[in-house]
């Protein structure tokens, strides 16, 4: 007999917010645990339609609708990890996580170092993170560097939908607290989901970079949005010859220095770039550690960071373009460190 | 008799052990000046002010909704706020007040004069705007008409309205700071400070929540448990009412005489406004 040809792998095109919405489905329908709260997140389906359709599908004791307080829902959610749940918790900016930020360090960060291991708080906050377009100073801070500092949290900042998969369901399958930071801009933007990627138990390890294009010129580090606007310059300074390495940390913290390192044995030269502010950045600390360490014997020119301009960030359109890097920021820093 | 002698509370004793149950079946009743059809139900509440009733015909003539053109924005906060909350009660606020306000509330800025071409400005960010382009839209303020800029974060204007009128009453003895808020800001952290600290510190100011039902799509059985924010006033020390928002009479007259009693006792005054 005639056996059938298997089926061709098939791809499709998924956005990231729907890549998210099918983590918490599947994380919800996984363990019994799993509940997500938050301002909005139920009747609404989230203020950014995330978690759409999962308060129909789940009901009242899964998906929970806050009252306005934020620093009283990350209590209550901190609360739930250290009885036993395994909640995800909301901020509908990380802006906003500024009125809890006591509970997500003091409470979730620090309590299974204070209690010797004893207390675990098994919580994922989630929510957009950095610039969004026209929401100006109080709504477009990126916090990966204030997270990223602190002991006891993992911190994710996922670009493509295959991160945003893949991270929210490591980060709700992890014990630790993890702090999820996504970008409002790229909720919309599809992206290749491969049938990997499509599985019900598809995780991304926490802690592992990902080289997103292969170069031999220079290294670009970012994470999340800005990951898209070096692909962007890789493209165009391919066309000039120069080939530019990506890597997407996917973790700021556990970062993975060694794949930045690796990449530098390589190429010989790196720029960061990122879309928080400059003093006491992620590219801060990137650089410091690649000082550091056996990398810095490779580097042929000292390192360069792109960031935001030092201001918070203003409304008016042509005012937040400049102070965000742009594509144009990026080549020019590239040729400055090449010296071309 | 004995007497409990606690510092922290003065009461008679109870010998039969009963919790207080929260009344939200018959809770604070809703003051009110006219009836559905709008009659004045008794004379000797009508303010019978007839600058009052000019602008109580500006205010239901259409041009003066300009917060239309405002909805033509791309970002802005749609108010359901009616005009009895908006315009009226700080018509006849004669003394200068400052006033914190949030989202929904800059009709009171317009009431003050704003010009209607520094509304659109400030919403454009253009390079009239007396912000230079720093702020969201509808994100007013205005110096000289004692109107602070409005910040997005919910509730943090409240401590903020609390410490300027601290500020105040060591200043100056005859002005007052109001600070609006709506029902939901009104569940954070912030808000239970600023009420708190206005009472201890015996500052003069009113707050004035606008309780429309629903804060985007959470509605008030899902925000708070309790008789609404006019039953919290008294928990902190502050003299509170519940009106009808919709009655232009009542608000009138509920912050005129909140405002008069915040000076002349240096006290604090919460008023609910129930609208829709």
Redesign the interface.
């Known amino acids: 007999r005639r056996g059938l040809a298997p089926p061709a792998a098939t791809v499709s095109q998924v956005t990231v917010r729907d890549a998210l919405n099918q983590a918490l489905d599947e994380e919800l329908e996984r363990d019994e645990r799993v509940f997500l709260l938050g301002e909005e997140v139920a009747q609404y389906d989230g203020a950014y339609k995330i978690s759409r359709g999962l308060w129909k599908k789940y009901g009242d004791k899964r998906v929970i609708d806050t009252p306005i307080s934020e620093m009283g829902f990350a209590g209550i959610a901190v609360g739930a990890a250290m009885a036993g749940l395994r909640p995800v918790c909301e901020f509908m900016t990380f802006n906003f996580s500024m009125q809890a930020i006591d509970q997500v360090i003091n409470s979730a960060a620090k309590t299974c170092y204070m209690s010797a291991g004893l207390i675990g708080v098994p919580i994922v906050f989630r929510g957009p993170n950095g610039a969004s377009a026209g929401v100006a100073a109080q709504h477009s801070q990126c916090f990966a560097a204030w997270y990223g500092h602190c002991p006891g949290l993992k911190v994710v900042s996922p670009w493509s939908a295959e991160d945003a998969k893949g991270l929210l369901k490591a980060a709700i399958r992890d014990d630790n607290p993890v702090v999820m930071l996504e970008n409002e801009l790229l909720y919309g933007v599809p992206f290749e989901l491969s049938e990997q990627a499509q599985s019900k138990d598809f995780i991304i390890p926490i802690g592992k970079a990902k080289i997103e294009r292969q170069g031999t010129h220079i290294t670009l580090v970012s994470h999340s949005r800005l990951v898209g606007h070096c692909m962007e310059t890789a493209s165009v300074l391919a066309k000039e010859g120069v080939e530019c390495e990506v890597i997407n940390m996917r973790t700021i913290r556990p970062m993975d220095i060694e794949a930045v390192e690796a990449s530098i044995v390589k190429t010989n030269h790196l720029i960061t770039v990122e879309g928080g502010w400059p003093q006491f950045g992620v590219g801060a600390e990137i650089c410091a550690r690649i000082m550091e360490g056996p990398a810095f014997n490779y580097l042929d020119a000292p390192a360069v960071r792109v960031t935001s301009t030092d201001v918070p960030m203003p409304y008016a359109k042509n005012l937040e373009d400049n102070s965000m890097p742009q594509v144009k920021d990026i080549i020019f820093a590239v040729k400055k460190v090449l010296n071309i | 008799e004995e007497k409990p002698q606690f510092p922290g509370a003065s009461a008679e004793f109870a010998e039969r052990l009963e919790f207080i149950q929260p009344n939200v079946i018959s809770g604070i009743p809703v003051y009110r000046v006219m009836d559905r059809q709008g009659h004045i139900l008794h004379p000797s509440e009508d303010p019978q002010h007839v600058l009052l009733l000019e602008h109580v015909i500006n205010m239901y003539d259409p041009p003066n909704t300009c917060y239309l053109h405002v909805w033509l924005l791309?970002?802005t906060v749609s108010t359901c706020v009616t005009p009895g909350t908006c315009y009226q009660h700080v018509l006849l606020l004669e003394h200068v007040i400052n006033m914190y306000d949030h989202l929904n509330t800059y009709c009171v800025l317009m009431y003050r004069g704003y010009p209607l071409d520094l509304f659109m400005a400030q919403c454009y960010?253009?390079s009239m705007?007396p912000g230079?382009?720093?702020?969201?839209?509808v994100?007013y303020g205005c110096r000289q008409r004692h109107f602070v800029t409005i910040?997005?974060?919910?509730?943090t204007q409240i401590p903020q309205a609390v410490g300027a009128a601290y500020a105040i009453k060591r200043a100056d003895a005859n002005r007052a700071v109001i600070c609006y808020f709506g029902e939901?800001?009104a569940?954070?952290?912030d808000a239970h400070a600023g009420f708190n600290f206005a009472a201890t510190l015996e500052c003069p100011i009113v707050f004035f929540c606008r309780n429309n039902g629903y804060?985007?799509?959470?509605p008030t059985s899902?925000?708070?448990r309790g008789d609404g924010i006019a039953a919290r006033g008294p928990g902190y020390g502050l003299l509170s009412i519940r009106v009808d928002g919709n009655d232009v009479f009542a608000v009138y007259r509920a912050t005129r005489e909140a405002r008069r009693r915040a000076v002349a006792e240096n006290r604090p005054v919460l008023i609910e406004a129930m609208t829709y």
Do not use: W
């Not at chain 2, 910040?151 to 509730?155: F, G, K, Q, V």
């Open positions: 791309t970002y960010g253009n705007d230079k382009g720093r702020q969201m839209p994100h910040s997005s974060p919910l509730a939901g800001a569940s954070e952290g804060a985007i799509s959470t899902e925000q708070y």
